[in-house]
């Protein structure tokens, strides 16, 4: 019995790893923005993360973002929209902008939760972080 219970052993810890790995890699959606005549070196991905709440974790990154203020118009900030089933464009909020220690390529993240589930997502450049309806758009990815 225990020659029986030294061969289990093995498959049972492979079959443990896959549904380890599978659970992993189900849980978030990421996705790649879509090339941007705007600010054509910037790339961006974006997670979709269900939580057990119902709720959306929504995390972005983009790198080689040009600063708003050097746009044809100057603009202030980049904000962060979803557009949800019902068509409706929702702000969602600025993303949060930095600069490498060793590089002066910008890069942009946001983290934030939404209650519902985003079929769009996209980023415009803007005066201010807390308008209600989206300007020019940056940068964008299809529906998902």
Request: net charge positive.
């Amino acid at each position: 019995m225990n020659l029986n219970l030294l061969k289990a052993k093995p498959l049972l810890m492979y079959a443990a790893i896959f549904l380890i790995v599978f659970a992993v890699s189900s849980c978030a959606q990421k996705l790649k923005f879509a090339n941007s005549s705007v600010v054509p070196a910037a790339e961006g991905t974006v997670k979709i993360k269900k939580d057990n709440n119902n709720n959306y974790n929504i995390e972005i990154d983009v790198i080689r973002l040009a600063d708003p203020k050097r746009l044809s118009p100057p603009k202030e900030t980049y904000v962060v929209w979803i557009e949800t089933e019902n068509n409706m464009a929702k702000n969602i909020g600025q993303l949060k902008s930095s600069s490498g220690m060793f590089s002066s390529a910008l890069t942009a993240s946001i983290s934030t939760v939404s209650p519902v589930k985003p079929t769009k997502i996209f980023i415009t450049a803007e005066d201010s972080g807390d308008v209600q309806s989206p300007g020019e758009v940056i940068l964008t990815m299809d529906s998902f």
